[in-house]
Protein backbone atom coordinates (compact mmCIF):
# COMPACT_ATOMS: atom_id res chain seq x y z
CA UNK A 1 0.00 0.00 0.00
CA UNK A 2 2.21 2.89 -1.42
CA UNK A 3 -0.43 5.42 -0.96
CA UNK A 4 -0.13 4.84 3.57
CA UNK A 5 1.58 8.01 5.16
CA UNK A 6 3.27 7.73 8.71
CA UNK A 7 2.43 10.60 11.01
CA UNK A 8 3.49 10.98 14.27
CA UNK A 9 1.06 11.31 16.95
CA UNK A 10 0.97 14.41 19.37
CA UNK A 11 -1.98 15.29 22.27
CA UNK A 12 -4.22 17.09 19.76
CA UNK A 13 -4.70 13.31 18.33
CA UNK A 14 -5.62 11.78 21.75
CA UNK A 15 -9.07 11.22 20.56
CA UNK A 16 -8.34 9.70 17.41
CA UNK A 17 -5.57 7.50 19.24
CA UNK A 18 -8.00 6.60 21.69
CA UNK A 19 -10.47 5.54 18.90
CA UNK A 20 -8.02 3.40 16.43
CA UNK A 21 -6.52 1.73 19.91
CA UNK A 22 -9.89 0.28 20.86
CA UNK A 23 -11.38 -0.53 17.31
CA UNK A 24 -7.95 -2.32 16.71
CA UNK A 25 -7.69 -4.05 20.02
CA UNK A 26 -10.61 -5.07 19.90
CA UNK A 27 -10.72 -6.54 16.83
CA UNK A 28 -8.16 -8.66 17.17
CA UNK A 29 -8.90 -9.85 20.53
CA UNK A 30 -12.34 -9.71 21.41
CA UNK A 31 -13.36 -13.21 20.05
CA UNK A 32 -10.94 -14.87 22.15
CA UNK A 33 -11.27 -13.15 25.46
CA UNK A 34 -14.48 -12.40 27.92
CA UNK A 35 -16.31 -9.20 27.24
CA UNK A 36 -15.57 -8.55 31.06
CA UNK A 37 -12.10 -8.95 30.51
CA UNK A 38 -11.65 -6.30 27.24
CA UNK A 39 -13.92 -4.16 28.99
CA UNK A 40 -11.54 -3.44 32.18
CA UNK A 41 -8.62 -3.60 29.89
CA UNK A 42 -9.86 -0.98 27.03
CA UNK A 43 -10.92 1.05 30.04
CA UNK A 44 -7.69 0.72 31.70
CA UNK A 45 -5.36 1.03 28.88
CA UNK A 46 -7.02 3.45 26.19
CA UNK A 47 -8.26 5.96 29.08
CA UNK A 48 -7.79 9.95 27.83
CA UNK A 49 -5.59 10.52 31.04
CA UNK A 50 -3.51 7.26 30.40
CA UNK A 51 -2.74 8.26 26.79
CA UNK A 52 -2.19 11.85 27.30
CA UNK A 53 0.40 10.85 29.86
CA UNK A 54 2.09 8.10 27.61
CA UNK A 55 2.29 10.77 24.39
CA UNK A 56 3.72 13.08 26.43
CA UNK A 57 6.11 10.76 27.89
CA UNK A 58 9.42 11.74 26.26
CA UNK A 59 11.11 8.28 25.88
CA UNK A 60 7.65 6.91 23.99
CA UNK A 61 6.33 7.62 20.23
CA UNK A 62 3.29 6.72 18.58
CA UNK A 63 3.03 6.99 14.68
CA UNK A 64 -0.62 6.50 12.76
CA UNK A 65 -0.79 4.82 9.21
CA UNK A 66 -3.10 7.01 7.34
CA UNK A 67 -4.45 5.76 4.31
CA UNK A 68 -6.39 8.86 2.17
CA UNK A 69 -6.89 10.51 5.74
CA UNK A 70 -8.03 7.24 7.52
CA UNK A 71 -6.00 6.17 10.26
CA UNK A 72 -6.05 2.47 9.91
CA UNK A 73 -3.30 1.46 12.16
CA UNK A 74 -0.71 2.52 14.37
CA UNK A 75 2.51 1.87 16.43
CA UNK A 76 3.74 2.85 19.78
CA UNK A 77 7.23 2.84 20.81
CA UNK A 78 9.64 3.02 24.22
CA UNK A 79 12.75 3.47 25.04
CA UNK A 80 14.95 3.65 28.55
CA UNK A 81 12.27 3.97 31.35
CA UNK A 82 9.32 3.59 29.53
CA UNK A 83 10.03 0.22 28.75
CA UNK A 84 7.09 -2.32 29.64
CA UNK A 85 9.55 -4.75 30.45
CA UNK A 86 13.09 -4.44 29.82
CA UNK A 87 14.86 -1.20 31.09
CA UNK A 88 17.97 -0.86 28.74
CA UNK A 89 19.27 2.26 27.22
CA UNK A 90 20.57 0.84 24.54
CA UNK A 91 17.23 -1.12 23.21
CA UNK A 92 14.06 0.40 21.84
CA UNK A 93 10.99 -1.58 22.46
CA UNK A 94 7.86 -1.91 19.87
CA UNK A 95 4.88 -1.83 22.20
CA UNK A 96 2.18 -1.87 19.90
CA UNK A 97 1.40 -2.48 15.98
CA UNK A 98 -2.21 -2.45 15.78
CA UNK A 99 -4.08 -2.60 12.04
CA UNK A 100 -7.50 -2.70 11.29
CA UNK A 101 -8.63 -6.25 11.23
CA UNK A 102 -9.85 -5.14 6.73
CA UNK A 103 -6.05 -3.90 6.06
CA UNK A 104 -4.49 -7.07 7.20
CA UNK A 105 -2.45 -8.51 4.67
CA UNK A 106 -2.23 -5.07 2.87
CA UNK A 107 1.35 -4.62 4.09
CA UNK A 108 0.63 -1.80 6.72
CA UNK A 109 2.27 -3.37 9.68
CA UNK A 110 5.34 -3.87 7.57
CA UNK A 111 5.34 -0.28 7.07
CA UNK A 112 4.94 0.21 10.97
CA UNK A 113 7.50 -1.83 11.71
CA UNK A 114 9.52 -0.10 8.89
CA UNK A 115 9.32 2.71 10.61
CA UNK A 116 10.51 1.52 14.48
CA UNK A 117 13.38 0.41 12.82
CA UNK A 118 14.25 3.57 11.27
CA UNK A 119 13.48 5.21 14.48
CA UNK A 120 15.84 2.31 16.61
CA UNK A 121 18.92 2.99 14.03
CA UNK A 122 18.29 6.59 14.85
CA UNK A 123 18.94 5.86 18.17
CA UNK A 124 21.03 3.58 18.03
CA UNK A 125 20.07 0.94 19.19
CA UNK A 126 21.90 -2.52 19.42
CA UNK A 127 18.41 -4.66 19.44
CA UNK A 128 14.37 -3.97 19.22
CA UNK A 129 12.15 -6.04 21.48
CA UNK A 130 8.72 -6.72 21.87
CA UNK A 131 6.02 -8.69 23.68
CA UNK A 132 3.08 -10.66 21.55
CA UNK A 133 1.02 -12.60 22.66
CA UNK A 134 1.68 -17.30 22.40
CA UNK A 135 -1.99 -17.19 21.14
CA UNK A 136 -1.41 -14.76 18.37
CA UNK A 137 0.63 -17.18 15.68
CA UNK A 138 -0.07 -14.78 12.93
CA UNK A 139 2.12 -12.01 14.70
CA UNK A 140 4.44 -13.97 15.90
CA UNK A 141 4.97 -15.12 12.27
CA UNK A 142 4.97 -11.75 11.31
CA UNK A 143 8.00 -11.02 13.68
CA UNK A 144 9.62 -14.01 12.99
CA UNK A 145 9.23 -13.26 9.21
CA UNK A 146 11.21 -10.16 10.29
CA UNK A 147 14.05 -11.46 12.00
CA UNK A 148 12.86 -11.72 15.52
CA UNK A 149 13.55 -14.59 17.70
CA UNK A 150 11.96 -15.73 20.94
CA UNK A 151 14.18 -15.18 24.19
CA UNK A 152 11.92 -15.22 26.99
CA UNK A 153 8.71 -15.16 28.26
CA UNK A 154 6.29 -13.34 30.64
CA UNK A 155 3.24 -12.93 32.35
CA UNK A 156 0.52 -10.14 31.26
CA UNK A 157 -3.06 -9.66 32.14
CA UNK A 158 -5.80 -8.84 30.25
CA UNK A 159 -8.49 -8.12 33.16
CA UNK A 160 -8.37 -11.26 35.58
CA UNK A 161 -7.03 -13.30 33.01
CA UNK A 162 -3.12 -14.01 33.38
CA UNK A 163 -2.16 -14.90 29.43
CA UNK A 164 1.63 -15.19 28.27
CA UNK A 165 3.50 -12.91 26.03
CA UNK A 166 6.72 -14.36 24.14
CA UNK A 167 9.21 -11.80 24.24
CA UNK A 168 11.04 -11.72 21.12
CA UNK A 169 13.87 -9.37 19.66
CA UNK A 170 16.23 -8.78 16.73
CA UNK A 171 19.16 -7.50 16.90
CA UNK A 172 20.65 -4.69 15.19
CA UNK A 173 23.59 -4.08 12.77
Do not use: C
Not at 74 to 89: F, W
Not at 101 to 130: N, P
Amino acid sequence: MRNVKIKKVNLSNIEQLQKIGIQSFTETYSSVNSEENMTQYLENNFATAKLKTQVANKNSEFYFAELEGDIIGYLKINIGAAQTNIIDTNALEIERIYVLSKFHGKKVGQILYEKAIEISEQKKASYIWLGVWEKNPRAIRFYEKNGFVAFDKHLFYLGDDKQTDVLMKRTLE
